[in-house]
């Protein structure tokens, strides 16, 4: 017990240091994050050159002296190590991954709708203006959902609208309405997603689309200059880098070295960066021309199928207007991990200080080179990162052959302690992770430089870890004195705080990462918390809530006793001529409806006309004479008589 309060005892003092220490630098007008504090204050006392005992309490005088080097080291913009230092507190406390940045996006995107989706979600609207409202919201929150343009813009509003309007009409809200709650977000997200694709389309197509950038060319062109960018720049710093190395290698004992020394593992650090960058931007270029091949192949598909026609069944079309609009959603991922990327490379540049090489040795330095095992890992280096660049940006890879390995190579009697690893006989030989943050532990203890591993000369593994050396004779000289090498590496860390993350020695110096520290040192206080609830509706169903319902049994009684009470009271009121002019009166009717009658079938009936012709009106003298008579010339239903019958004489 009295150990454990003597070691809560420490946090807290050591807690107390950091505060301290973030406000003096903040009253001589600097600004450090807690995490670069905290570091700071860990690495000075782990500096034995400091003399303070991490297992010792520190005495007033002590605390004093702790808190004056750590605010005198923080505001030393000139050193060297310091930026390195920074450099590494803002990529262990700002640097994601791609899918950290993807999950980041899509919880903000979540979270920005959250409220409003809610809202929606639990709208029961029934009146004509709760509905306009609701439909309203509706708009708004695929506008959000979309993020085609700005919300408050008024073309995006009409141009969103409109779209709104041929996906679901507002006479069809009500039965929007009537849904429950998962099948109206799931209903929600369709909308998002058919709208989007309205509205790309009209924008391809020159119809609309206003204030929407062309996402896919706009990333095609800023991946390749961001490649471009970063592969210039890592050539140069990996340039730089060989040349330190090389000088620092054949001129330990001059007396630059110590100003050659913190500028070249700053070069390192910042050349780790940019290997990460690289790699997380190769991964972002094929996606982002694949999702614009995609984008523009979807948009030729629907004009097709669209073409001349006037209408187009929604189980046709609508697929691919939400197919369209989720390769735009992928693309909009895929420019938050480029911005990040940026965003990245300009906070790590004020950092940089490759130039900050003395004049004297400036040629010297450019006209070093390095031994054959240093130029085969440097040049190795340059050409992995230049060929992924190249195929990341769609470009030819350069056929120039392979650096050549060192032709000596280590065998088990160059390292009798240790156990040999061979690229040939060891699975995964290229990946296995290595010790001391992949450079050589010899050349970075005895001759204070940093030299990245040669692996074509072999591995050695000892105690559980994996080390690689420049050359075979600095691998010897390991197997010969193994645990004084490994205790000078934590002894350079400890002088040199830089050096922890660049050969890894968090673990071994038990300081945990840069990210960590302030956790470590700020006790259980500092853990991470959140508010949190949970909400149960009353009625899971909506189509069965009851209106009236009330659980509150004192309630029921207030309600009963004004049952009980309105039996004894009667309403009276009465109207005067003033104030019936004061009120609105409305009337409803129901218009008369237009009533028809049809018949089965409609039947006639033909009846012959009477036709009679009279003979011999005018008289006939002679023998020829006739007496007169009344010709019958009625033509019957089924023809003409042909004989006609006399009336008589």
């Not at 005495?59 to 920074?86: M, Q, R």
């Not at 095609?220 to 990996?238: F, I, P, R, W």
């Not at 369209?324 to 965003?343: D, F, G, K, N, V």
């Not at 009344?630 to 019957?636: E, F, K, P, R, Y």
Request: hydrophobic residues 40%; glycine residues 6%; contains cysteine.
């Amino acid at each position: 017990p009295r150990a454990l309060m003597s070691t809560k005892s420490a946090q807290n003092v050591v807690r107390g240091v950091v505060r301290e220490v973030i406000d003096q630098v903040a009253q001589r007008g600097g600004a450090v994050s807690d995490a670069l504090a905290a570091f700071m204050v860990k690495a000075v006392v782990l500096d034995p050159s400091n003399a303070f005992s991490a297992d010792s309490e520190l005495t007033d005088a002590d605390v004093k002296g702790l808190t004056n080097t750590c605010v005198s080291k923080l505001l030393d913009e000139s050193s060297i190590p310091l930026h390195t230092i920074k450099m590494q507190t803002y990529m262990e406390g700002s640097f994601l991954t791609r899918d950290e940045v993807v999950a980041v996006y899509k919880k903000e995107l979540a979270d920005s709708v959250e409220d409003l989706h809610r809202e929606i979600v639990e709208n029961n609207a029934r009146s004509r203006d709760d509905l306009e409202a609701l439909y309203r919201k509706l708009i708004f929150a695929v506008m959000t959902t979309i993020r085609l343009g700005p919300p408050t813009d008024s073309t995006v509003v009409r141009e969103t609208t409109a779209a709104f309007e041929s996906v679901l009409p507002p006479v069809e809200l009500g039965s929007f309405v009537a849904l429950d709650r998962t099948k109206k977000l799931a209903q929600l997200q369709e909308l998002s997603h058919v709208v989007c694709g309205i509205r790309l389309y009209n924008k391809y197509t020159k119809k609309g689309g206003a204030l929407i950038p062309d996402l896919a060319a706009e990333l095609v062109d800023a991946t390749h200059s961001l490649m471009k960018q970063l592969d210039t720049e890592y050539s140069n710093v990996c340039s730089f880098a060989r040349n330190c190395t090389a000088w620092m290698l054949n001129n330990g004992s001059n007396e630059s070295f110590a100003a050659v020394q913190p500028v070249q593992r700053n070069a390192f650090q910042y050349l780790v960066y940019l290997e990460i960058l690289l790699e997380e931007s190769c991964a972002c270029a094929p996606a982002i021309r694949r999702l614009a091949a995609n984008v523009r192949a979807k948009i030729d598909g629907i004009s097709a199928t669209i073409q001349s026609k006037t209408a187009v069944p929604t189980a046709v079309i609508f697929p691919m207007f939400v197919e369209l609009a989720t390769y735009w959603q992928a693309l909009q991922l895929e420019q938050r991990c480029l911005t990040a990327i940026i965003s990245h490379i300009t906070n790590l540049s004020p950092h940089v200080k490759i130039t900050a090489v003395p004049d004297a040795i400036r040629a010297a330095l450019d006209a070093a080179e390095p031994p054959a095992g240093a130029q085969v890992v440097f040049a190795t280096m340059r050409r992995a990162y230049h060929m992924g660049v190249c195929l990341a940006v769609g470009e030819p890879v350069p056929m120039d052959a392979p650096p050549l390995g060192s032709h000596e190579v280590l065998t088990p009697a160059d390292v009798p302690s240790c156990e040999l690893l061979a690229a040939k006989t060891t699975h995964g030989f290229g990946t296995l992770p290595l010790l001391t943050g992949g450079f050589c532990p010899v050349t970075a203890t005895r001759q204070g430089t940093l030299v990245p591993v040669d692996r074509s000369i072999g591995l050695v593994r000892y105690h559980g870890g994996t080390y690689g050396f420049l050359s075979v004779a600095a691998a010897r000289i390991f197997a010969a004195a193994t645990d004084q090498i490994l205790d000078e590496v934590l002894l350079a860390g400890r002088a040199a705080p830089e050096l922890i993350d660049l050969l890894d020695l968090h673990t071994a110096l038990a300081v945990g990462g840069l990210k960590n520290v302030t956790d470590s040192l700020a006790g259980p206080s500092s853990g991470i918390k959140c508010d949190g609830g949970t909400q149960t509706d009353t009625h899971p169903i909506d189509s069965n809530i009851d209106k009236d319902y009330e659980w509150n049994e004192w309630a029921l009684r207030r309600k009963a006793i004004r049952l009980a009470n309105l039996r004894t009271k009667r309403t009276h009121s009465t109207q005067t001529d003033d104030s019936t002019f004061r009120r609105e009166n409305t009337t409803q009717v129901y218009l008369p409806k237009t009533q028809t009658t049809q018949t089965k079938a409609d039947a006639s009936t033909s009846v012959p006309k009477p036709t009679t012709f009279v003979r011999g009106l005018r008289g006939d003298t002679g023998t020829k004479a006739v007496p007169v008579q009344v010709v019958d010339l009625t033509l019957g239903v089924g023809g003409v008589a042909l004989n006609p019958k006399p009336k008589g004489k």
